[in-house]
């Protein structure tokens, strides 16, 4: 047991890292989802398949080939990343894609009426974007996207293979030491698992405080 | 390093292998899983919830790792192909219970209720009326759920099992022309979503077409 908790306690930066990793890529690939999902309706055709080829991409490669391409492919092309700023850009392109899936679901799922509505009460396309249809879309969005960062979160573990120093690369260098892999590795089976289930227990809270007045 | 796109190529049978054998096992178990998570005795209901949980709030390499490096330690010694077919069926079991579950909900009680009236034996139930409609349902969720295995098969080149992902670094290193490797690598998985993505497309808008009355 205590070797357990030693254990625990030598993934705790690794944690760090991942936490780190997971924020920092979901703030930037919520913002990229929410303009590729714009600009997926955008009026030029050029703008419109370019945004499609990044989503399809981001959405059908393993997040582990592109992040090889990234840590491997690009400095081909002259163009270095340390282990972090790698796995920032691949996992933002990566959950980006199904962020900007989500809020376009989410946009199409708010009833037809209301756009209708809004029309007849005169309000400009303008206003009954931000007024009508953005709020309610935002409520169908939140709880998708929450599920999306607690995914995010459990895929840092394949920053592993870029070399960044997360809960995996930590629980290998310590098995490598103590040679007890299996308790090593059920500690970051229980790290990874205690966050995602607090975070998902959560997001279901969330979820139903937002559906009370619905 | 166009030379060694034939050796790349020639790992699409393990990304498929894997794939197709994980899918299966996972959708074998998911049944008992899923039935049980909706038991009615507590006793039955609660370990089944609790090992869907398990099961997915673990990310999969952790898993992959915990069963390749940790399990010789108690006389359990897997190859990297054994491992990696069974770890990702086993957690796919929880992803497609949880797909069969919500499939369930989906239909309601009444044809469950409709055919106890009728005097059908719970097997017939199951058998007869559950499962068709069941099986309508969730297959396009099933096919969704089989693009995200074919991306998650790519954590098996992470324990040394010669698949796409694998082939792909062996060919970046001797070339050193990582980023052509990768773009090819990429293109191949794309290519091999796409029938599983056209399918389940289809599947879906066949089922549209036929529950779209009201």
Redesign the interface.
């Given at each position: 047991m205590d070797g357990f908790l030693s254990d625990l306690q030598v993934l705790g930066p690794g944690l760090g890292t991942a936490l780190q990793l997971a924020g920092l890529s979901l703030a930037l690939a919520y913002v990229l989802g929410l303009v590729l999902a714009l600009l997926v309706d955008a009026r030029h055709q050029i703008v419109r398949i370019a945004a499609l080829v990044v989503i399809?991409?981001g959405r059908?490669?393993?997040?582990?080939?592109?992040l090889?391409?990234i840590y491997?492919?690009?400095?081909?092309?002259g163009l270095y990343l340390d282990p972090m700023p790698a796995a920032v850009v691949g996992f933002t392109w990566s959950i980006g894609a199904y962020a900007s899936e989500i809020m376009r679901s989410s946009l199409n799922a708010v009833p037809p009426g209301q756009r209708e509505a809004a029309a007849a009460l005169g309000l400009a396309p303008r206003s009954a974007y931000r007024d009508v249809l953005l709020p309610q879309a935002a409520r169908i969005a939140v709880p998708p996207l929450m599920n999306l960062a607690i995914k995010a979160f459990?895929?840092t573990?394949?920053a592993?293979?870029i070399t960044l120093s997360e809960v995996?690369q930590a629980?290998?260098l310590r098995?490598s030491v103590t040679f007890?892999?299996?308790?090593?590795?059920?500690a970051?089976?229980v790290l990874?698992?205690a966050v995602?289930?607090v975070a998902?227990l959560l997001v279901r809270r969330f979820e139903r405080r937002l559906n009370r007045h619905v | 390093m166009f030379q060694y796109t034939g050796y790349i190529l020639a790992g699409v049978g393990g990304t498929v292998a894997i794939t197709v054998a994980a899918f299966a096992i996972g959708a074998l178990l998911g049944v008992p899983l899923a039935v049980a998570s909706r038991s009615g005795h507590r006793l039955v209901r609660w370990p089944a919830i609790s090992v869907i949980?398990?099961l997915?709030?673990?990310?999969n390499?952790?898993?992959l790792?915990?069963v390749f490096?940790?399990?010789p330690?108690?006389g359990i010694r897997l190859g990297p192909w054994a491992t990696a077919i069974l770890t990702l069926g086993v957690t796919s079991s929880a992803y497609l219970a949880e797909i069969y579950r919500g499939g369930f909900s989906g239909l309601g009680q009444g044809q469950w209720l409709a055919s106890k009236a009728l005097g059908l034996t719970t097997w017939d139930r199951g058998r007869h009326v559950l499962a068709p409609q069941l099986a309508r349902v969730v297959s396009p969720t099933m096919a969704t759920y089989a693009i995200s295995l074919l991306?998650?098969?790519?954590?098996a080149?992470?324990i040394g099992v010669v698949e796409l992902?694998f082939r792909?670094?062996l060919v970046?290193q001797r070339t050193?022309?990582?980023?052509?490797?990768?773009?090819v690598?990429?293109v191949v998985?794309?290519l091999l979503?796409l029938p599983l993505a056209y399918t389940s497309r289809r599947v879906d808008s066949r089922l549209r077409a036929k529950f779209s009355v009201g």
């Open positions: 399809e991409v059908g490669l393993p997040l582990l080939v592109i090889y391409l491997r492919g690009l400095p081909q092309a459990q895929l573990s394949l592993y293979t995996m629980a290998y098995g007890e892999y299996l308790r090593t590795f059920v970051a089976a990874y698992a995602a289930i998902s | 949980e398990v997915r709030s673990v990310p390499l952790v898993w790792f915990l490096f940790g399990l330690e108690v991306k998650e098969s790519a954590l080149s992470t992902t792909g670094g970046s050193g022309d990582g980023l052509t490797t990768f773009v690598v990429g998985y794309l979503s």
